[in-house]
Antibody
Framework: QITLKESGPTLVKPTQTLTVTCTFS??????????VAWVRQPPGKALEWLAL???????RYSPSLKRRLTVTKDTSKNQVTLTMTNMDPVDTATYYC????????????WGLGALVTVSS | QSALTQPRSVSGSPGQSVTISCTGT?????????VSWYQQHPGKAPRLIIS???KRPSGVPARFSGSKSGNTASLTISGLQAEDEADYYC?????????FGTGTEVTVL
């Protein structure tokens, strides 16, 4: 059974850097074709795809947020970390991580999400 | 890249069919058969209900179906049930990236 869980701060100040960790079980990020995606959702708004890291460290980012995002993985700990710099109140959202299976172009299952509020 | 366009809301009575459109471009929806659909109930994480335009994962009721024509993908719920009231999002592969739709609220009258 695949499970994922996001963890991180619930509140960050404007201009600070956000770090959110996804801890997963039931699969390995060293398996060919496997990936972990990050998606966010501002309160009451739509999902927004942020990034995807593959088993081979290949990383894809949303073009509009590319300069602010970094995704890394620690295969030994079954963790993926999303870092977003220069946080702004508009970045207030629930941040989800999701599993991407080998050769799949869809995401699932998903973690429960972590709500991050950006406020001074 | 811009979000895929979905109607803000659709509604139907129990037993009726509703269809949600998802319009993109020839760089995403029109270029690849990699459209997926997600159902999200309030306060919950999204759940995959359709992959690769038409494939239904195990456990997803057969009343959910997907299709695509040109730059527009569609999700149809046949025989609407109360538990189908939720938000629905499409997502498409877009050459090294992915893009989600604007989301559609389905109301069961």
């Amino acid at each position: 059974q695949i499970t994922l869980k996001e963890s991180g701060p619930t509140l960050v100040k404007p201009t600070q850097t956000l770090t959110v960790t996804c801890t997963f079980s039931g699969f390995s990020l060293s398996t060919s074709g496997v990936g972990v995606a990050w998606v966010r959702q501002p309160p009451g708004k739509a999902l927004e795809w942020l990034a995807l890291i593959y088993w081979d460290d290949d990383t894809r980012y949303s073009p509009s947020l590319k300069r602010r995002l970094t995704v890394t993985k620690d295969t030994s700990k079954n963790q993926v970390t999303l870092t977003m710099t220069n946080m702004d109140p508009v970045d207030t959202a629930t941040y989800y991580c999701a599993h991407r299976g080998p050769a799949n172009n869809w995401f699932g299952p998903w973690g429960l999400g972590a709500l991050v509020t950006v406020s001074s | 890249q811009s979000a895929l366009t979905q109607p803000r809301s659709v509604s139907g009575s129990p037993g009726q069919s509703v269809t949600i459109s998802c319009t993109g471009t020839n760089g995403d929806v029109g270029a690849y058969n990699f459209v997926s659909w997600y159902q999200q109930h309030p306060g919950k994480a999204p759940r995959l209900i359709i992959s690769d335009v038409t494939k239904r994962p195990s456990g997803v009721p057969a009343r959910f179906s997907g299709s695509k024509s040109g730059n527009t993908a569609s999700l149809t719920i046949s025989g609407l049930q109360a538990e189908d009231e939720a938000d629905y999002y499409c997502c498409s592969y877009a050459a090294r990236n992915y893009v989600f739709g604007t989301g559609t609220e389905v109301t069961v009258l």
